[in-house]
């Protein structure tokens, strides 16, 4: 019986295994391929990958929004016979006599910008703000051409190397002089001038000094670097490059000429009171690293890496005062871009000892940034104090975010998850938290709910101090020196936005006081914009994150030799 069972069941199993075995037959002969046929149908091929830095959307974050407005300011700005595209309407053609009377100037010193809400033409400023902006746009090119301001930018950066070209012979190989400044006024000024006077720029009716110097390392070093960084920027444009490179080489013999190693400012009534300049050695570390990676010279890289230049910059310091970059503070940045070589270069001997300690102090410098080291006050709101409790806190505020922002993208594009503070390791996302936290305060997170980006946001200043936003533009009234006043302290909003324009900001508790008469608060600066260019440029999503590594070095040989080619086998 039980055998009769265990036989019957073997047969079932037999035959169960049989039919197993035909539907399988059948699936791979009839179904697979039936399967196979209708995913072909429904799949749509994957796209090529997309290039990295050009074909990726554009998302519209905050910072894209903001950036497209902060490089407008820089048209506001400009100085000159203006482009027909120039696209602020309120704005024409202005200075057209500046300079007239200078000599070895072809043309005079039309063009360039102007600073701020006056109508001066501060040149070491502005050398420092055209610096920044090539910066931004070589480690950026790709965020740049993805939002469509590549162009744009290339422009605003071009309009002022033009103008420093002028303001010396850029044709020689050495000079004796360089011009400072056109317009300004002397403090206790009663004579119109751009600080006596509210007059828009177009109608400017006075008599416009012009500042010369015989002595300033200071300027020619900023001016080298302006000129060098800009020469990368347009490496493609060969004949420009090139005489960019000329002129950065001859403010550079200049600045490095022992009898003229002097700051620009000293003894100068019209620039001490408003751009002084409180040393020029951070200027030769800053200016020999653009000119380094401009010519690839490694006797620029030579200076930058002397002990005893660092020495004299304070660069080593521990100061948190020299951690504040600034118009008038390069060490940070030079060290930062200096870092840059080691990172990506590492040229090793004899540069090494100094590039290391210039990457030690990048990494206290990023570090006196986080709250928790609490090397800086902050505001009740957040806001880092890098003026110390002085006023016009938000450009130093911005060239710190474009820092900590930029050195996150060093470390990750060299595979380095983070930075050392003291034994405590610092993720990379710190640095960014910071940056963004910095920056969404300037763009309206903050107890005011104000953002200090004129024209972002829904809330922004109305009473900007600024002449050519504050006054009319009717075409059938000129406002004279004493006439235009009246606008200076009228209580209406500006008849114009400036757009873009990020202004002196807050004070150290968080009180922002919408005045037309305190420019502490309500003046922007071309200094400050171009850090704030360079921030959003480096926070924006667009196109991804990262740095673009190889363009800053296009003009610097291999520092080894590439190993020699193998001869052919020998053959009988």
């Not at 539907?23 to 994957?46: D, T, Y």
């Amino acid at each position: 019986m039980i055998s009769s069972l265990l036989e019957c069941n073997f047969m079932r199993r037999k035959a169960l295994k049989w039919v197993v075995i035909i539907v399988f037959i059948a699936f791979l002969v009839i179904g697979l391929p039936i399967i196979i046929i209708k995913s072909l149908q429904n799949h749509k091929s994957r796209p090529p990958p997309a290039d990295h830095y050009t074909s990726r959307p554009a998302p519209q974050d905050q910072y894209t929004e903001a950036l497209h407005k902060a490089l407008l300011f820089f048209n506001a700005q400009k100085s000159g016979k203006l482009p027909e595209n120039n696209g602020i309407e309120w704005r024409g053609d202005s200075g057209l006599q500046d300079g007239a009377d200078a000599t070895n100037v072809k043309g005079g010193l039309v063009g360039g910008y102007y600073d701020g809400g006056d109508n001066t033409k501060f040149h070491f400023p502005m050398s420092f703000a055209m610096t920044m902006l090539s910066w931004s746009v070589i480690e950026y090119q790709h965020k740049y051409k993805s939002i469509k301001e590549y162009d744009h930018a290339c422009e605003l950066i071009r309009w002022g190397t033009d103008y420093l070209l002028r303001t010396f012979d850029s044709s020689a190989s050495i000079i004796d002089h360089i011009y400072a400044q056109v317009g300004g006024s002397q403090n206790g000024s009663t004579t119109p001038d751009d600080q006596t006077c509210w007059e828009r720029p177009e109608e400017m009716d006075y008599k416009r000094p012009i500042q010369m110097i015989t002595a300033g390392a200071d300027l020619a070093g900023e001016m080298a670097a302006a000129l060098a960084a800009a020469s990368i920027v347009f490496k493609d444009d060969v004949a420009y490059s090139k005489k960019l490179v000329q002129g950065a080489s001859t403010v550079w013999t200049f600045a490095r000429n022992a009898g003229k190693r002097s700051t620009y400012s000293r003894g100068n009534l019209f620039i001490a009171p408003y751009y002084n300049s409180t040393g020029y050695y951070d200027e030769y570390m800053w200016g020999s690293a653009w000119m380094y990676c401009a010519t690839g010279n490694s006797s620029y890289l030579r200076l930058a890496t002397y002990i005893g230049t660092a020495k004299h910059a304070k660069a080593l310091t521990d100061d948190p005062t020299q951690r504040v970059f600034s118009w008038d503070n390069k060490s940070p940045a030079a060290m930062l871009l200096l870092t840059r070589v080691r990172l990506f270069m590492n040229p090793g001997y004899p540069y090494e000892a100094l590039l290391r300690r210039y990457h030690n102090a990048t990494s206290i410098t990023m570090c006196s940034y986080i709250q928790r080291y609490q090397i800086f006050d902050r505001t009740q709101g957040g806001l880092i104090e890098l003026s110390q409790g002085g006023s016009q806190n938000l450009q130093f505020v911005v060239n710190a975010v474009f820092l900590a922002s930029l050195y996150a993208d060093y470390l990750e594009a060299a595979i380095l998850p983070g930075s050392y503070c003291g034994a405590t390791f610092i993720p990379l996302n710190t640095l960014r938290e910071f940056a963004t936290s910095q920056m969404d305060y300037i763009l309206g997170k903050n107890p005011m709910n104000m953002s200090y980006v004129v024209g972002h946001g829904d809330k922004f200043p109305t009473h900007v101090h600024h002449r050519g936003a504050s006054i009319p533009n009717d075409n059938n009234i000129t406002y004279s020196c004493k006439d235009g006043v009246q606008w200076l302290y009228s209580d209406k909003p500006n008849q114009h936005n400036i757009t873009g324009a990020m202004i002196g900001g807050p004070d150290r508790f968080d009180k922002f006081i919408d005045v037309r008469t305190n420019s502490s608060y309500t003046e922007p600066t071309l200094a400050g914009n171009a850090g704030l260019v360079a921030a959003l440029v480096s926070l924006t999503a667009a196109a991804g994150d990262g740095v673009d590594k190889n363009s800053i070095f296009s003009a610097i040989s291999p520092l080894y030799p590439m190993p020699a080619v193998p001869s052919p086998a020998w053959k009988p």
